[in-house]
């Protein structure tokens, strides 16, 4: 199970690099490493567990942030009581489309891999079409709002070398545009 030493902090260039494709069918490796990624955000989402272990709660966690350049992250979104919103591992992840409507929460963002808080709104789409391989190497499309769709952009950014303050504007970290919607 992973601790937090075993996540990989900005600053260690594996975080800015483009991860590579993963192949089907899966090596064991990389089936281990879908396992232990998912378990990361259950465990983490335990408030006993979490304090047990010191894990900083996630809702994803990217192969990057463990040290591992390849496409793959898992996304544990919970919703209202105990409801999972979304529960996957998304391998090979590509955004496909997405709305011209941007959406930032309204609290900002924060990564397991950025120990210090960068305020401001992370700009990005409301919605987006996610084409994907799933553990079983099906290729699966979804379409995506709000918190989710806001998820699944952190970890594919991940995946691309992208840290969620890149999307920060420098001047006007609190400027959103009039069409943008803020989720709170
Ligand atoms: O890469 C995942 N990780 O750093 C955990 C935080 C995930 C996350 C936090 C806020 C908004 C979207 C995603
Ligand atoms: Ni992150």
């Known amino acids: 199970m992973y601790l937090m030493k075993d ?21 064991e490796a990389d089936k281990q490493l879908a396992h232990d990624l998912m378990e990361y955000l259950v465990v983490s989402q335990d408030e006993e567990e979490n304090k047990k ?17 390849e496409c793959m992250a898992a996304v544990l979104v919970p919703g209202p009581d ?6 996957e591992v998304l391998i090979n992840p590509v955004v496909i489309s997405n709305s011209v409507q941007d959406a930032a929460l309204s609290e900002g963002e924060g990564c397991l891999s950025v120990d210090q808080d960068v305020e401001g709104y992370v700009v990005r789409h409301d919605r987006i079409t996610v084409r994907y391989q799933n553990l079983a190497g099906e290729t ?16 594919i950014d991940h ?26």
């Open 7 to 27: 996540i990989t902090r900005d600053g260690d260039p594996v975080l800015r690099a483009r991860a590579k494709k993963v192949q089907f069918p899966l090596s």
């Open 53 to 69: 272990y010191h894990l900083r709660p996630g809702v994803g966690l990217a192969a990057p942030q463990v040290g591992v350049s």
């Open 82 to 87: 105990d409801s999972i919103l979304l529960k």
């Open 140 to 155: 699966k499309k979804i379409r995506l709002k709000n918190y989710p769709a806001i998820v699944c952009q952190h970890e």
């Open 159 to 184: 995946l691309n070398g992208i840290l969620f303050y890149d999307h920060i504007n420098k001047k006007t970290p609190f400027k959103m545009d009039p069409e943008g919607i803020l989720i709170d």
